[in-house]
């Protein structure tokens, strides 16, 4: 299995400020990486598939970058809905795996 | 927008079958993949597998032995069978579906709200 690895696990941030999220798999998986949101109680939402591909209804604030075996999310200006918890998700090969998910909390 | 609902028994004693339902509305079953994902609680996502409209299917090989995810076209949905559950399956289960193109990235665009499954006798 490939197996996917975030940093960091937990991250405190403020309203307007930017983050980056990172994506690291254990082998090449060329373009074929998505992020999802999670809140609380909630399912996860899609954001960005084939590295920078963005949903659509997504902000344009949310931003995928990378190849090869290193990924990440940005986010340029934070806002108060996006405090959750995020994953990475590789599709290269079955069985499909996520990162183990970052939190981002309110600073 | 396509809609996705889970529905089956909340609790299962542990050596028996869990059954869950996806029942998929405001779109066809037809032409796309569907999957199941489970999270333990407070953990992260494992893929359990997927059925094509067609009926071919693949499956996460950590759980290939208990898992069968069938479909009913004439219902729209489809289900998970997880045999011999133990206190390790707990976990909500999403359905969702999966949007697959040959070439390119692979990913879940709409899914269930989840439903707890608790593993206790």
């Known amino acids: 299995d490939i197996q996917m690895t975030q940093s960091p696990s937990s991250l405190s941030a403020s309203v307007r400020d930017r983050v980056t999220i990172t994506c690291r798999a254990s082998?090449?998986?060329?373009?074929?990486l998505s992020w999802y949101q999670q809140k609380p109680g909630k399912a996860p939402k899609l954001l960005i598939y084939?590295?920078?591909s963005l949903q659509s209804g997504v902000p344009s604030r949310f931003s995928g970058s990378g190849s090869g075996t290193d990924f990440t999310l940005t986010i340029s200006s934070l806002q108060p809905e996006d405090f959750a918890t995020y994953y990475c998700?590789?599709?290269?090969?079955?069985?499909?795996?996520f990162g183990q998910g970052t939190k981002l909390e309110i600073k | 927008q396509v809609q996705l609902q889970e529905s089956g028994p909340g609790l299962v004693k542990p050596s028996e079958t869990l059954s869950l339902t996806c029942t998929v509305s405001g779109g066809s079953i037809n032409n796309y993949h569907w999957s199941w994902i489970r999270q333990p609680p407070g953990k992260g996502l494992e893929w359990i597998g997927y059925?094509?409209?067609?009926?071919?299917?693949n499956y996460n090989p950590s759980l290939k032995s208990r898992v069968t995810i069938s479909l009913d076209t004439s219902k729209n949905q489809f289900s998970l069978k997880l045999s011999s559950v133990t206190a390790a399956d707990t976990a909500v289960y999403y359905c969702?579906?999966?949007?697959?193109?040959?070439?390119?990235?692979?990913?879940?665009?709409?899914w269930g709200p989840g439903t707890l499954v608790t593993a206790s006798s």
């Open positions: 998700q590789q599709s290269y090969s079955t069985p499909y795996t």
């Open positions: 082998q090449r998986i060329s373009s074929y």
């Open positions: 084939a590295v920078s």
């Open positions: 059925i094509y409209y067609s009926g071919s299917t």
């Open positions: 969702a579906r999966l949007r697959a193109v040959t070439g390119s990235t692979d990913y879940f665009d709409s």
